[in-house]
């Protein structure tokens, strides 16, 4: 049980304030509650492994998970099926084009899932990170609409994957490919996947501890980044009946 001495530890009051040290997470790897979603709060947490995840309407709870999920660029499992829908082409995919569009898209209702944890803050907090060169999205389109995407905050070489969506089959997977390839182009180390699921298992996912992710992430962080916005420089779907106008 944590006492109020934990508990005050943990507590951000001051927007200077660091994060605690990520020995006094909790099993759930939660690292500390309060403070504010500023790009320099967020930039600090990244730097650090740690990111921001509650519910809409909630103090902010940050978390570094322990074991910590990655997935390295050039490890990206590829079934027949996804290599397929990658192959056939009948798309376009872009970068940082739209990516309001894909956080608004990542924050709707799913199926068997009730609500979200992308809020109306989180959407405002990390677009002013887009604006600053440090979140990035991948976009999907078919006939010029937006159909699949995700998004995450980059540092150095290390990227932190934070949603997917797709509105038609297989296009969350089309974007993650297509990020994976010009990531691993990149030289970027490892993507964050941050808590494991059964889909991104899948996908190639593996659960490392956290000290061995922080020693990966670290080293990655630590190189020169790309900020601004991105394109891909390797060569890609772009068909223009497909792509946005």
Same mark, same amino acid.
């Given at each position: 049980?944590?006492?109020?001495?934990? $508990?005050?530890? $943990?507590?951000?009051?001051?927007?200077?304030?660091?994060?605690?040290?990520?020995?006094?997470?909790?099993?759930?790897?939660?690292?500390?509650?309060?403070?504010?979603?500023?790009?320099?709060?967020? $930039?600090?947490?990244?730097?650090?492994? !740690?990111?921001?995840?509650?519910?809409?309407?909630?103090?902010?709870?940050?978390?570094?998970?322990?074991?910590?999920?990655?997935?390295?660029?050039?490890?990206?499992?590829?079934?027949?099926?996804?290599?397929?829908? *990658?192959? !056939?082409? +009948?798309?376009?995919?872009?970068?940082?084009?739209?990516?309001?569009? *894909?956080?608004?898209?990542?924050?709707?209702?799913?199926?068997?899932?009730?609500?979200?944890?992308?809020?109306? +803050?989180?959407?405002?907090?990390?677009?002013?990170?887009?604006?600053?060169?440090?979140?990035?999205? *991948?976009?999907?389109?078919? +006939?010029?609409?937006?159909?699949?995407?995700?998004?995450?905050?980059?540092?150095?070489?290390?990227?932190?994957?934070?949603?997917?969506?797709?509105?038609?089959?297989?296009?969350?997977?089309?974007?993650?490919?297509?990020?994976?390839?010009?990531?691993?182009?990149?030289?970027?180390?490892? !993507?964050?996947?941050?808590?494991?699921?059964?889909? $991104?298992?899948?996908?190639?996912?593996?659960?490392?501890?956290?000290?061995?992710?922080?020693?990966?992430?670290?080293?990655?962080?630590?190189?020169?980044?790309? *900020?601004?916005?991105?394109?891909?420089? !390797?060569?890609?779907?772009?068909?223009?009946?497909?792509?946005? +106008?």
């Amino acid at each position: 049980m944590t006492d109020a001495s934990d $508990l005050m530890r $943990l507590y951000l009051a001051e927007p200077d304030q660091p994060f605690p040290s990520l020995e006094l997470a909790d099993p759930s790897g939660l690292v500390a509650f309060g403070g504010d979603l500023s790009a320099q709060r967020l $930039l600090a947490a990244y730097s650090a492994g !740690i990111f921001p995840w509650y519910n809409p309407g909630e103090m902010i709870h940050w978390y570094s998970p322990d074991p910590r999920s990655i997935l390295l660029p050039t490890a990206l499992r590829v079934t027949k099926s996804h290599r397929r829908a *990658v192959a !056939i082409a +009948d798309y376009a995919v872009t970068m940082d084009r739209a990516f309001a569009e *894909v956080m608004a898209h990542c924050a709707g209702p799913r199926a068997k899932e009730e609500g979200t944890w992308i809020g109306d +803050d989180m959407r405002a907090a990390y677009l002013r990170l887009h604006r600053l060169g440090h979140a990035h999205s *991948v976009e999907v389109w078919r +006939d010029g609409e937006l159909v699949g995407g995700l998004y995450g905050v980059a540092l150095g070489r290390s990227f932190a994957g934070e949603s997917m969506f797709s509105r038609a089959r297989d296009t969350s997977k089309i974007a993650l490919y297509w990020l994976c390839t010009q990531l691993a182009d990149w030289e970027f180390a490892l !993507i964050d996947c941050q808590m494991t699921t059964d889909h $991104l298992a899948s996908l190639g996912a593996v659960d490392v501890p956290r000290a061995e992710y922080l020693r990966l992430h670290g080293a990655a962080a630590a190189r020169p980044g790309i *900020v601004g916005p991105w394109q891909f420089e !390797i060569p890609v779907p772009n068909s223009p009946g497909h792509s946005p +106008d």
